[in-house]
């Protein structure tokens, strides 16, 4: 859901930043700054759990976030991730205080935080955050339409390659951890699926996993080996939020 840097001219070449608030007006950016603070993220900190109250808002810069459904009261199916292109705490635009959610710190890093009254507020005042939230709440709506496309019509492996390609996207590097208990959350089937498909994309050199650090070894080996779904997400932030 993330695009990579090189398909985004206007995202920053040096330390990312957040790109919702890159892209505000000098003025709205410095407020919004103002009004937040910076945090680090802790790989597997729980920043929001179902059906609890929304206290604080999100805007990651290097750490990332997957969004997880419960399924059953049994086992969660991953539904997003939000890097540096976007935002936690969504439902806070259209007025809702409560997350249907689970949200999980997935690459450690650092945000910007800001109280849900203080997001509300900004919202309320400033035309072109209210704006460019909008935008964003319309990329997110279609990601999540396209991922469940993906999860029903597409092999595990185009999954796994697409997963892998936006994770990297939020990570800002080659190489990055994640366990075989997290991709079957967030490919919705048994472990040994996920290991027959990682092996596979190993299999073809694409990339390189053992003891749960992944590295991406062929970029572009990864896109030919993605489903459709990778550009897609691609195409609808670079139409919504970027080619406007």
């Not at 604080?56 to 939000?82: C, H, K, Q, W």
């Not at 935080?113 to 997001?119: I, V, W």
Request: glycine letters at 8%; one cysteine or more; a positive charge.
């Amino acid at each position: 859901m993330t695009p990579p840097e090189k398909r985004l001219p206007n995202a920053p070449r040096a330390a990312p930043q957040n790109r919702l608030l890159a892209a505000l007006p000098r003025r709205e950016a410095a407020r919004m700054l103002a009004a937040s603070e910076p945090i680090a993220l802790a790989f597997g900190e729980i920043l929001y759990e179902p059906d609890a109250r929304i206290r604080y808002a999100y805007f990651p810069t290097t750490g990332f976030i997957s969004l997880m459904i419960p399924v059953d009261g049994v086992t969660r199916l991953e539904v997003g991730l939000v890097g540096n292109e976007g935002m936690l705490g969504a439902p806070l635009i259209l007025g809702i205080e409560v997350s249907p959610l689970m949200a999980l710190v997935q690459g450690a890093g650092q945000a910007r935080r800001m109280t849900a009254t203080d997001l509300t507020r900004e919202v309320g005042r400033c035309p072109a955050l209210r704006r460019q939230m909008h935008r964003y709440l319309q990329v997110r709506m279609s990601q999540l339409a396209q991922t469940a496309a993906c999860t029903r019509f597409h092999v595990v492996e185009e999954r796994l390659a697409r997963w892998l390609l936006m994770t990297q996207d939020r990570a800002h590097k080659k190489e990055f951890r994640v366990t075989h208990e997290f991709l079957a959350y967030m490919l919705g089937v048994r472990r040994v699926g996920v290991t027959k498909a990682a092996s596979a994309l190993q299999e073809r050199k694409l990339i390189r996993y053992h003891r749960g650090a992944v590295t991406i070894l062929d970029r572009g080996g990864m896109e030919a080996a993605s489903c459709g779904c990778y550009q897609a997400d691609l195409d609808v932030y670079q139409s919504v939020l970027v080619g406007v």
